[in-house]
């Protein structure tokens, strides 16, 4: 059964840090790409970055671009984003979707974890 | 970027109606379209991908069509359990964004 779990949310300063991690299990996590996906209190969904299975490819939302840095370790079958230079903007929920590519285009988000929230506040 | 225009943004209806959600794409994106359904407090899940392929284990009354920019979700027969708001998402490009979301609501 595959299963992501989210951990390392939490309230954090503006101008803070976070580490967030998704455990993967289930299927052969060094195959699939995998990305973030972050929801506002009430608000819809937000894409935030990419990873290809390899590493090699990265993508970012602008919103996210220069503060934000997602990567993965295929070992131990975890998918992490390091958040740097929060902001109350980045308070959310923020998720992990595995990317599965079956057609030309974009892996759709077949598996989601079940979230974590980021909490930016004074 | 593309944008992604989903209508209505809310919806009303009863347990048996024909239900459709309409998502426009701001340019072309050939049938590079996914479809989601999120509860409240709950992750989204897949429903339909490549604009009209139904994920394994989606009950049969939903259905996606459409290609290019113009894009539908329907649901034949709404169930209580359908009662959720539903996100289209383009795939075709980076960034991958969703709609705004339309939510199902019961009348």
């Known amino acids: 059964e595959v299963q992501l779990v989210e951990s390392g949310g939490g309230l954090v300063q503006p101008g803070g840090s976070l580490r967030l991690s998704c455990a993967a299990s289930g299927f052969t996590f060094s195959s699939y790409e995998m990305n973030w996906v972050r929801q506002a209190p009430g608000k819809g969904l937000e894409w935030v970055s990419f990873?290809?299975?390899?590493?090699?490819?990265?993508k970012y939302a602008d919103s996210v671009k220069g503060r934000f840095t997602i990567s993965r370790d295929n070992v131990k079958n975890s998918l992490y984003l390091q958040m740097d230079s929060l902001r109350a903007e980045d308070t959310a929920v923020y998720y992990c979707?595995?990317?599965?590519?079956?057609?030309?285009?974009?892996?759709?988000?077949?598996?989601w974890g079940q979230g974590t929230l980021v909490t930016v506040s004074s | 970027d593309i944008q992604l225009t989903q209508s209505p943004s809310f919806l009303s209806a009863s347990v048996g109606d024909r239900v459709t959600i309409t998502c426009r794409a701001s340019q072309g994106i050939r049938t590079y379209l996914a479809w989601y359904q999120q509860k409240p407090g709950k992750a989204p899940k897949l429903l339909i991908y490549?604009?009209?392929t139904l994920q394994s284990g989606v009950p049969s009354r939903f259905s996606g069509s459409g290609s290019g920019t113009e894009f539908t979700l329907t649901i034949s027969s709404l169930q209580p359990e359908d009662f959720a708001t539903y996100y289209c998402q383009q795939l075709n490009s980076f960034p991958p964004g969703f709609g705004g979301g339309t939510k199902v609501e019961i009348k």
């Open positions: 490549a604009a009209s």
């Open positions: 990873i290809s299975g390899s590493g090699n490819n990265i």
């Open positions: 979707a595995r990317g599965w590519v079956v057609t030309p285009g974009l892996g759709s988000f077949d598996f």
